[in-house]
């Protein structure tokens, strides 16, 4: 699975939208981009995925670049219950394939 | 549904004794994951299981360590004996093939060996 690159902390104004990078050059054509977060002290959530289209469901939206090399999470309205690990993961979308985590992006809302 | 349930949710016990985790998946679920996670390594996955058959344990680390899916509404994680820097936090997972390939995680069992 290809590697991603994440800052290792961002922070956010409560009510303002939170835009969280990822790197991810070594992608492959058939490699999916999953976004996962950890809030403190519970087990990790999952968020959102996608592999070329952009992405949008009721928590967040995941836009990738053309060449599929970089990706953004946005949470439109970051609350103060948003700040968590937030973890970008890129693997083989075949069910059952493990995911492997990295450092993620600790991203603290602040009011 | 309830969720994935994990069982105890906090153990401590001494160097050399034998550890037990327990996990139930989500109804339905044919695939069952176990991860670890401590400060310096972070999240790890150990095994899973799929419709009760271990696919992939290259994450074990060593032979201390062995898991079980007697059936579909059951695993369990043993550390035998146990060690100190086996102390994490054990996450258990569970997903179904048809899904959006989603992986719901339990609260974990925060292990402690003295």
């Known amino acids: 699975d290809a590697k991603t690159t994440q800052p290792t902390s961002m922070d956010c104004a409560e009510g303002r939208a939170a835009n969280l990078p990822c790197n991810h050059s070594?992608?492959?054509?058939?490699?999916?981009v999953y976004w996962y977060r950890q809030i403190h002290s519970q087990g990790p959530q999952y968020i959102i995925h996608?592999?070329?289209n952009n992405e949008t469901n009721e928590m967040a939206s995941l836009i990738i670049t053309e060449d599929r090399k970089s990706s953004t999470l946005i949470l439109p309205h970051a609350t103060l219950r948003d700040t968590a690990v937030y973890y970008c993961?890129?693997?083989?979308?075949?069910?059952?394939?493990?995911?492997?985590f990295g450092a993620g992006t600790i991203l603290r809302v602040k009011s | 549904d309830a969720g994935v349930i994990q069982s105890p949710r906090h153990e401590v016990t001494e160097m050399g004794q034998e550890v037990t985790l327990r996990c139930k998946p989500i109804?339905?679920?044919?695939?069952l994951f176990w991860y670890r996670q401590t400060m310096m390594r972070g999240l790890e996955l150990l095994i899973y299981?799929?419709?009760?058959?271990?696919?992939?344990d290259s994450g074990m680390p060593e032979d201390r360590f062995s898991a079980k899916m007697p059936n579909a509404s059951f695993s369990t994680l043993k550390i035998q004996p146990s060690e100190p820097r086996d102390s994490a936090v054990y996450f258990c997972?569970?997903?179904?093939?048809?899904?959006?390939?989603?992986?719901?995680f339990g609260p974990g069992t925060r292990l402690t060996v003295l």
């Open positions: 997972a569970s997903t179904i093939l048809g899904g959006i390939d989603e992986q719901f």
């Open positions: 070594t992608i492959s054509g058939n490699e999916y």
């Open positions: 996608g592999l070329k």
């Open positions: 993961i890129v693997r083989v979308g075949e069910y059952g394939n493990k995911l492997v």
């Open positions: 109804s339905g679920h044919d695939y």
């Open positions: 299981f799929n419709n009760n058959v271990p696919i992939d």
